[in-house]
């Protein structure tokens, strides 16, 4: 019986079926489901991890205690992760371990589309890449396979497409993976990369390469689909699906193992086509290691490597290079529509940051921004976030800005699971060094961008279970912070004296600006939609620039509230200077009586 | 029925994404290839959402082409006319009769597109477009939240398929205690097209 699965699904399945017995993963759009998924299953251990480099470290921990392990993230999360992606490859493994990196080609999520393909090369680590579902779910076996055979973690790469598509997958049953050792190893010379171990090491992953380079020409998820041989295509990932479906009778060379390449297969197919092209999504990876063999082919001079392909795209790409005649272009129309007013995500109604940043807005405050929901504080009408570089970044880049005499106090803002995440060694770098920035933790109780997971803060694991909940006052505290403050996120005048008070101290400080996410199922039972006094009203329009999706100017300028979406945060009733906006209490005074 | 490509959208919330699974089970179910792509992530926050589902004897890819979807399935105005270019010319549009304003509308920075603009873009690429009064069915059978159903039942009626296999598709999609109200919804949906 086949099932649709999304890619994440698949891959969470083969987890399971192929004996995977540990995972650890940073939730990352579009890795997330993943992780989600594999907990689900019976039999395994599954965790959040505080970032992705303990991820991948907690992952290689198990591996070299004998245990299949995995550890998933987005392509940026490999950044977070390289150290250890490095030494890993150095080491190799006991039992298998496999790294999935999601990438975003088109960045649908994410400050960059990095192609992943080139940290396989740079740490000599074998990458494969399915083009569905069904081998999203196969690579994973096959991939633990390799590295179990090869002494070698395998990059398991996906984008976006392969990780949010579902298509059809055949099921089948859990095979445990070996148990753990019954000692821990002790091989100093492979384990401990001292650099006389590390030393010996290097010529081993070399050699390693060379064996799976040979590996790669029988490796079965590699095939040539041999055509008409008057164009080839050489392909991988998503973009193999548009080489079918844009040249149905084209030879073609899928390759499921994109590093290394197999020199045999791929010298036999562009010698055996007239013409060899060579579709592929991002960089011209695949393209330069054909290259490299000696080869002519053509790949990124028809096809762009900036953003996502589609089969549009490819059509007009491949008729623009000659690879299809021009009556192979699908006309169609693009009606005048004028210019539409645009939908970007936007902080939900009753969102704990909107009352921050209309603060931060209204003090003008320099805003070093982090990875978020809060990361929407940038977009009008709030306009209140001034840098946002990567996870973490916020507190560093405030401290430099004010190592710098930047005249202005900057200000860090993050949330409670990037402050997990890369913010406290970035807060104890700040308390040492005598800097003066002001940290503020959004602490919605949740991670809530990538779809609401639990963190060190929740008090529970990803698997279900109590825990004990960090604390931030006393962490701030002990990170060096001498002066901690916490404020109701939803009470705009405490935001605000908090705020003035740090920027008149000339010393570094926390504030914690607490207020849970309002998706929350605790907080959709509190929801209050509040009114609006229409005599009262006059229509002046400060409630609108609180950027409230609830909010709906009338056709007679004035204000009213939608009460499916509104849930009574009460940001713009504080906003409202004729007090034109009913606050919860009187909404509820008035229904009862 | 060979192959099918549909474009579905709407607003983060809506049950755009609901909506495609179930799709995408109803070709399975009727015994062809299906794929189903998507992009999560923003959708819960009130963002525009896009879905594309196809069904055939054999799918590749599972994007479709801008001016190659049959169907146009929008739950939302303004998201219609943003993805009318999707559409095939002279495929057939399903479009719930709501809007929704965005920020930039609401707070009075932009004007909401009006029924003229839509209707004009509509035409130049179709003549078949069906609006839909969905929410109001919707309220009607008890939920607005069935909004999204009520709009499958009215695609249902206009594809060969056994009513039987969507029937199935919704009762495996939605959780059990609700799969009444979404059978009644799609029943609606389903006598508002002819």
Not at chain 1, 500 to 507: I, P, S, Y
Not at chain 1, 538 to 550: K, S
Request: charged letters at 25%.
């Amino acid at each position: 019986m086949k099932k649709l699965l999304s890619g994440n699904e698949a891959i969470a399945r083969g987890a399971w079926e192929y004996g995977v017995a540990v995972a650890s993963a940073y939730p990352g759009t579009p890795s997330t489901e993943i992780l989600e998924e594999f907990a689900r299953y019976p039999n395994v251990y599954a965790e959040w991890a505080t970032n992705e480099k303990v991820a991948l470290d907690v992952a290689i921990g198990a591996a070299y205690a004998g245990r299949r392990a995995m550890s998933t993230m987005k392509h940026v999360g490999l950044n977070v992760a390289a150290d250890a992606f490095f030494y890993a490859s150095m080491t190799g493994i006991e039992g298998g371990l496999v790294i999935v990196s999601a990438d975003d080609p088109a960045m649908h999520s994410s400050q960059n589309e990095q192609d992943n393909r080139n940290f396989g090369k740079f740490a000599r680590v074998p990458v494969v890449e399915p083009v569905d579902s069904q081998e999203a779910k196969d690579l994973v076996g096959a991939a633990l396979d390799i590295s179990e055979q090869f002494d070698t973690p395998v990059l398991l790469r996906i984008t976006t497409r392969i990780a949010h598509s579902s298509t059809p997958v055949e099921l089948g049953e859990r095979r445990e993976g070996p148990p753990p050792l019954p000692t821990y190893p002790r091989k100093f010379e492979k384990y401990v990369m001292l650099p006389v171990n590390a030393r010996k090491r290097h010529p081993v992953i070399e050699e390693r390469i060379r064996k799976l380079t040979e590996f790669a020409e029988t490796f079965p998820f590699n095939r040539i689909e041999w055509g008409d041989r008057d164009l080839g295509i050489v392909t991988c990932g998503v973009a193999y699906q548009y080489a079918k479906e844009i040249f149905p009778t084209a030879s073609v060379l899928k390759l499921g193992m994109t590093y290394p390449i197999p020199p045999r297969m791929v010298r036999e197919f562009v010698g055996g086509v007239k013409r060899a092209i060579v579709l592929e999504e991002l960089d011209p990876f695949v393209e330069n290691e054909i290259k490299l063999l000696g080869l002519w082919v053509e790949g990124k001079s028809i096809f762009s490597g900036i953003g996502e392909m589609d089969p549009r795209l490819v059509r007009e790409q491949a008729i623009a290079a000659g690879l299809l005649p021009e009556s192979a272009r699908k006309t169609y129309v693009v009606p005048d529509v004028g210019s539409l007013p645009g939908r970007p995500p936007v902080l939900c109604p009753g969102c704990p940051h909107r009352g921050f940043y209309v603060i931060t807005r209204k003090l003008k405050l320099p805003i070093n921004g982090d990875i978020g929901c809060y990361t929407l504080g940038a977009l009008p009408p709030l306009n209140s976030t001034d840098t946002c570089g990567c996870m973490g970044a916020s507190i560093g880049v405030a401290h430099g800005a004010d190592k710098a005499g930047s005249p202005e106090r900057n200000i860090a803002v993050l949330g409670d699971s990037t402050f997990f995440h890369t913010g406290m060694p970035a807060l104890l770098n700040v308390a040492y060094n005598k800097g003066k920035t002001i940290t503020v933790v959004l602490d919605n109780r949740v991670t809530a961008m990538t779809g609401h997971q639990d963190n060190p803060g929740t008090g529970r694991t990803l698997q279900g279970q109590e825990t004990k909940e960090i604390e931030f006052e006393p962490l701030l505290r002990a990170l060096g912070m001498d002066h901690v403050h916490t404020v109701n996120a939803f009470d705009l005048r405490e935001v605000e004296r908090a705020l003035r008070e740090a920027v008149k101290r000339d010393e570094a400080s926390a504030l914690v600006v607490r207020g849970e996410c309002a998706l929350l199922p605790e907080a959709r039972k509190k929801y209050v939609p509040l009114r609006v006094d229409e005599e009262r009203c006059n229509g002046c329009g400060l409630c609108f620039r609180v950027g409230c999706p609830a909010i709906v100017k009338r056709p007679d300028g004035k204000a009213s509230i939608d009460p499916l979406l509104c849930t009574g945060c009460e940001v713009c009733a504080q906003v409202c200077g004729r007090k034109a906006i009913l606050f919860r209490a009187q909404v509820l005074e008035q229904s009862e009586g | 029925m060979k192959s099918m490509d549909f474009i579905v959208v709407g607003v983060g919330g809506q049950g755009t994404l609901l909506a495609s699974d179930v799709i995408a089970q109803v070709g399975l179910g009727a015994g062809l290839e299906a794929k189903k792509s998507e992009v999560h992530g923003m959708a819960q926050r009130g963002g525009s959402v896009i879905s594309h589902v196809r069904w055939g004897e054999k799918v590749y890819s599972p994007l479709i082409g801008k001016g190659e979807a049959d169907f146009l399935l929008a739950f939302e105005k303004l998201e219609a006319l943003r993805h009318v270019d999707w559409l095939k010319p002279g495929g057939v549009a399903l479009v719930n009769d709501q809007a929704i304003p965005p920020v930039a509308v609401s707070s009075g920075g932009a004007e909401y597109p009006s029924d003229e603009r839509f209707l004009a873009a509509f035409r130049a690429v179709t003549d078949r477009l069906y609006l839909i009064p969905s929410l109001a069915v919707a309220q009607e059978v008890g939920s607005a939240r069935v909004n999204n159903v009520v709009m499958l039942g009215a695609l249902s009626a206009l594809l060969d398929v056994d009513e039987a296999v969507w029937r199935a598709a919704i009762e495996e999609r939605v959780p059990p205690k609700y799969v009444e109200l979404n059978l009644r919804a799609f029943e609606r949906g389903r006598g508002l097209v002819k």
